[in-house]
């Protein structure tokens, strides 16, 4: 007897968002991060069938507007967090911290 399943076909793109957040004085070099990515893409053979959005500084309920909007493949944080031990890593967004688990689980609803 066959089984059926059902295997999601992949997109023709891939969809990065990098979210880029420095919302307090400091020596991040995020714009360089950003430079960075751009360029490895560029040298991709694949570069056409990669889109990368670029978020900065985004608040909450921006990040998760894009994240509905894009349906990201990856999602790329550059920026301040905080290890808050029990309670997990912690995203800065818009001088605020965020759970990463909370972002994630919001975002990506299991």
């Known amino acids: 007897?066959?089984?059926?399943?059902?295997?999601a076909q992949p997109r023709a793109n891939l969809r990065v968002?990098?979210?880029?957040?420095n919302a307090r004085p400091s020596k991040l070099?995020?714009?360089?991060?950003?430079?960075?990515?751009m360029e490895a893409r560029a040298k991709s053979d694949k570069r056409?069938?990669?889109?990368?959005?670029?978020?900065?500084?985004?608040s909450r309920a921006e990040l998760f507007q894009a994240v509905q909007q894009l349906r990201p493949d990856i999602i790329h944080y550059a920026g301040h967090s905080e290890d808050r031990g029990a309670a997990g890593t912690w995203l800065e967004l818009k001088?605020?911290?965020?759970?990463?688990?909370?972002?994630?689980?919001n975002v990506f609803p299991r």
């Open 48 to 58: 056409s069938s990669i889109n990368i959005y670029h978020l900065k500084n985004p």
């Open 1 to 7: 007897s066959s089984s059926s399943s059902s295997v």
């Open 95 to 105: 001088e605020q911290f965020d759970s990463a688990e909370t972002l994630i689980d």
């Open 17 to 21: 968002v990098v979210v880029t957040s």
């Open 29 to 37: 070099l995020l714009q360089e991060e950003v430079t960075s990515i």
